[in-house]
C-alpha cells in the first residue's frame, strides 16, 4: 500500500523519538512493501518561534493532506508561562479538534522484564491489560473560559465543561467495540455524585450499552475511585472509557503500571472512514517533551515506536505489520535493549537511537 503521513515532531525529545518512529516505519515499508511517504511540519513551541502561532496554517493543510500523523511532544520551560496568549498546547488541542479526533486510546500493558521498573509490587501488577479511551474534543478543555475582576478587586474564573449527547455516544460506542474484541467489560468513569455533565454521561452510556451492547459487560465508578482501583486492582480492568479532564489524569497515573510513561504509546482517532473500518488518527507517545535530555540521546523511543504499531493498525488496517512492531519492541527489551528509564540499577543500558535501532532491525529480519 501508499500512504501520506505528516510528522510532527515538536519540541524537546520529540524529534529524537519521531527519528526512531521513522526508522522502524522505514524497516515496515521493506519488509512488507508498503510505501510511506513522509511530509514534517511544525507543531508547539517550535511553531511559536517560527510562525507566531502553535498551528501554522501549513501544519493544518499537511495534516488534513495525510492518511496519518505522528507527533513527538510539545511544550517546555520557555514557552511555561501560563498568562502567554500563545502557548504549545493550543497547537495540540488545535489540531486534535481540527482533524475530528475525538476518541484516544492508550493500552496499559506490562512487559515481564520490567516489572521491577514501576513502584507497585509485582504481585498488584499480575494480569495487568487494560485499555482507556478518553474522549478528546469536548469537556473542560474546550468549553468557555473566562477570567475578570470583580468590583472589590477579586479575580473570577470560569471554565465551563460541557458534552452533548452526540459526543458522548461516539466514543462510547468506540470503547464498547474495542471490549466486545477484548475481554468484554467495560468501565465507564465519571463523578455523577457531584457533576451535571457526568450525570448526562452516565445516562447516555447506561443507553447506548443497553441498547447497542448488550453482550459487554458495563460498571459505573466514579472517577477518584477509579484512580484508587488503579493502584489497588489494575488488573480487574479491561476497557475504561472516560470524558477528557478525567483521562488525561487517569492514563498518566496508569502509566506508572507499565514502569515507565517512556514505554505507553497513544492513537487519537476519529470516525471510520472505511468498510475496513480504518481511521484518520495522530499518533504519539503519552510522554511530555523533557527539554532536559533533549538531543543528549536518552530518551526511550518505545512509546513512539509502538504508537506507530497503533498507526498502522488503525489507519492503515495492516494488523499483521501492528503486531510485526509490537513483537519487535518487545522482543529488543528482552534482549536488553534499554533506556535508563526502565533500568534497573547497575543495567546495561542502550541510546535512543541503539534502541531504535535495535527494534528495526527485528522488524526486518
Not at 172 to 196: H, Q
Amino acid at each position: 500500500m501508499d500512504a501520506v503521513i505528516t510528522t510532527l515532531p515538536g519540541d524537546g525529545i520529540g524529534p529524537d523519538v519521531v527519528a526512531e518512529g521513522v526508522k522502524v516505519l522505514a524497516a515496515v515499508g521493506e519488509r512488507f512493501g508498503h510505501s510511506f511517504e513522509l511530509h514534517e511540519a511544525l507543531l508547539g513551541g517550535c511553531a511559536i518561534d517560527a510562525a507566531g502561532t502553535a498551528l501554522p496554517e501549513e501544519t493544518l493543510r499537511l495534516a488534513h493532506a495525510a492518511d496519518a500523523v505522528l507527533l513527538g511532544a510539545v511544550g517546555g520551560p520557555k514557552w511555561d508561562n501560563p498568562e502567554a496568549k500563545v502557548r504549545p498546547e493550543q497547537g495540540l488541542l488545535g489540531i486534535r479538534k481540527a482533524l475530528g479526533l475525538f476518541a484516544n486510546l492508550r493500552p496499559v500493558t506490562l512487559h515481564p522484564r520490567l516489572v521491577a521498573s514501576s513502584p507497585l509490587r509485582p504481585e498488584r501488577l499480575a494480569g495487568v491489560d487494560l485499555l482507556v479511551v478518553r474522549e478528546l474534543t469536548g469537556g473542560i478543555y474546550f468549553g468557555e473560559k473566562r477570567r475578570e475582576r470583580q468590583e472589590n478587586g477579586e479575580e473570577w474564573a470560569l471554565d465551563a465543561c460541557t458534552y452533548t449527547t452526540g459526543e458522548i455516544e461516539r466514543v462510547v460506542r468506540t470503547a464498547a467495540a474495542m471490549a466486545r474484541a477484548r475481554r468484554g467489560k467495560l468501565t465507564s468513569v465519571d463523578k455523577a455524585n457531584v457533576i451535571e455533565t457526568s450525570r448526562l454521561w452516565r445516562s447516555v452510556t447506561t443507553r447506548v450499552m443497553r441498547e447497542e451492547f448488550p453482550d459487554v459487560q458495563l460498571e459505573h465508578i466514579l472517577v477518584d475511585a477509579c484512580a484508587m482501583y488503579l493502584i489497588s486492582r489494575p488488573a480487574s480492568f479491561d476497557v475504561i472509557v472516560t470524558e477528557n479532564m478525567f483521562g488525561d489524569i487517569l492514563t498518566d497515573e496508569a502509566s506508572m503500571l507499565a514502569g515507565s510513561m517512556g514505554m505507553l504509546p497513544s492513537a487519537s482517532l476519529g470516525a471510520a472512514s472505511s468498510a475496513k473500518g480504518t481511521r484518520m488518527g495522530l499518533y504519539e507517545p503519552i510522554h511530555g517533551s523533557a527539554p532536559d535530555i533533549a538531543g543528549k540521546g536518552i530518551a526511550n523511543p518505545l512509546a513512539t515506536i509502538l504508537s506507530v504499531a497503533l498507526m498502522l493498525r488503525y489507519s492503515f488496517g495492516l494488523e499483521a505489520e501492528a503486531q510485526a512492531v509490537e513483537r519487535a519492541a518487545y522482543a529488543a527489551v528482552d534482549a536488553g535493549y534499554i533506556t535508563s528509564d526502565i533500568a534497573t540499577p547497575g543495567e546495561r543500558t542502550y541510546t535512543t537511537s541503539e534502541v531504535g535501532s535495535a527494534v528495526a532491525a527485528r522488524v526486518a529480519a
